[in-house]
């Protein structure tokens, strides 16, 4: 076990015993786990909107009501690169460790606000400003998420093993959004509507706060990572030394640029897609999208471990190439698909397209930096990104779909994969330039 978190003063971390196996999955474990609930109350949000809109806003109209809620919903999404800023620098300077705890302390106060916030007849505008307050803990506690957890399975990890480790970041992720829709069917499927308008909604944030304590407490035992703790005496990181460092930079945006945009529309995207332009029913489209995305989430760990075993950037490299070459394909074949198995394959092809992306890119990305500005080099271009291409995807859709072309759609989502292609090709390879281990 690693004892480096006990040194005496002046000893080297280096001089620690070598860390277990054992312990660095235990530690691995606990921050995935921590990142499963930290989405899980992301998206339950969105999940149960419909029932808690009228809650909050006065009682207008159910559409302005919801316009509301998905305006506090978008509030919380531009709040990720602030987010991915502030724990970046924190992760840099206090450790991984602290900012991990940090993260699940802020969605966990944020959940459990709206989970016991009175409706606006009863507290009239405090309603939708606590709402609002909550959603922007949320939205921060997201934005570190990222970074910081992307960097820590990454030092974590063994080199040889490093792909398939941080490749739980995204089969977390993406067990959050089917955990948030299971609990949404089973309380469809227990209480009745006017229960779940009621007082039924607030079951899962009070389900997410619980998860988020039981997860503060698993963080509790994971050990630092010996990257920090071995330069933790050395340089602070700031956005000046983060400037400095302009290539990496670019390169985050570049190959996150094309990746996000094809995630975002394969998976929140797609049950309205199938629904809207398709013609399936909601209950369809919401099997399809259930089923895709956990054959997804358990696709991550196998590309994970195949990029350990011939680099990143070949995956990167047949992601960018099938995604341009495939995408108005697939699209446009499922605009006219009549049954629901057509509808999953076309789907599962997508995405094991995207998992090309997915399943390396936190790794890929804490390859690039240096350890004093490993976390915020990761999170803050991360999550810039994220909010222009992979938060306005859904919005572009609907926009092209509202003029009369979608097929535009398909097309832009093409042209960003192929300008992330452009960046593949071009970078090195990081499994065999990584800065884990040289800086």
């Not at 480096?4 to 999955?25: K, M």
């Not at 490749?167 to 069917?185: C, E, M, P, R």
């Not at 092809?349 to 990305?365: C, F, P, Q």
Request: charged share 15%; proline share 3%.
């Amino acid at each position: 076990m690693d004892n480096s978190n006990t040194l005496p003063a002046g000893a080297s971390a280096a001089s620690a015993p070598p860390r277990t196996t054992a312990s660095r999955v235990k530690s691995i474990f606990s921050g995935s786990v921590g990142n499963m609930v930290e989405w899980y109350d992301w998206y339950v949000y969105a999940a149960f909107s419909l029932y808690f809109a009228q809650v909050f806003f006065p009682k207008d109209s159910l559409n302005a009501q919801l316009l509301n809620t998905a305006a506090i919903f978008a509030v919380g999404f531009l709040m990720r690169p602030i987010g991915g800023w502030l724990m970046g620098i924190y992760a840099d300077r206090k450790g991984r460790k602290a900012a991990l705890m940090a993260s699940v302390l802020l969605m966990c106060f944020g959940s459990l606000v709206i989970a016991l916030t009175p409706g606006y007849e009863t507290i009239g505008i405090w309603a939708p400003v606590l709402l609002v307050l909550a959603r922007l803990m949320q939205g921060l506690s997201v934005g570190g998420e990222y970074g910081t957890s992307a960097t820590y399975l990454s030092e974590m990890a063994t080199k040889e093993r490093r792909g398939f480790f941080s490749s739980f970041q995204y089969v977390t992720l993406i067990s959050g959004q089917l955990i948030a829709l299971a609990v949404l069917i089973v309380l469809q499927q227990t209480l009745t509507e006017e229960q779940l308008l009621s007082w039924g909604w607030r079951v899962p944030f009070v389900i997410g706060a619980l998860c988020a304590v039981v997860a503060l407490w698993l963080r509790r035992g994971m050990e630092e990572t010996d990257s920090f703790t071995q330069k933790k005496e050395t340089k602070e990181s700031t956005m000046r030394t983060l400037l400095r460092h302009p290539k990496e930079l670019l390169t985050v945006v570049g190959l996150t640029m094309g990746g996000t945009l094809a995630f975002y529309t394969y998976t929140t995207y797609m049950q309205k897609y199938l629904v809207n332009t398709v013609g399936f029913s909601k209950a369809d489209s919401t099997a399809i999208s259930a089923a895709t995305l956990f054959l997804f989430m358990c696709l991550q760990p196998v590309i994970g471990a195949l990029s350990d075993k011939i680099g990143r950037r070949p995956i990167l490299i047949a992601f960018g190439v099938l995604g341009t070459v495939c995408t108005v394909p697939i699209l446009t074949t499922l605009h006219t698909i009549q049954t629901w198995w057509g509808a999953f394959f076309l789907i599962m092809a997508a995405l094991i397209i995207v998992s090309g992306y997915t399943s390396i890119n936190a790794v890929v990305k804490a390859e690039l930096f240096p350890t004093e500005i490993r976390a915020l080099g990761v999170g803050l271009p991360y999550a810039l990104t994220v909010s222009i291409f992979g938060g306005t995807a859904e919005l572009i859709a609907l926009w092209f779909k509202q003029i009369g072309m979608e097929t535009g759609y398909y097309w832009y989502v093409t042209a960003c994969i192929a300008c992330s292609l452009l960046v593949y090709v071009f970078m090195k390879d990081t499994q065999k330039h990584s800065r884990i281990e040289t800086d």
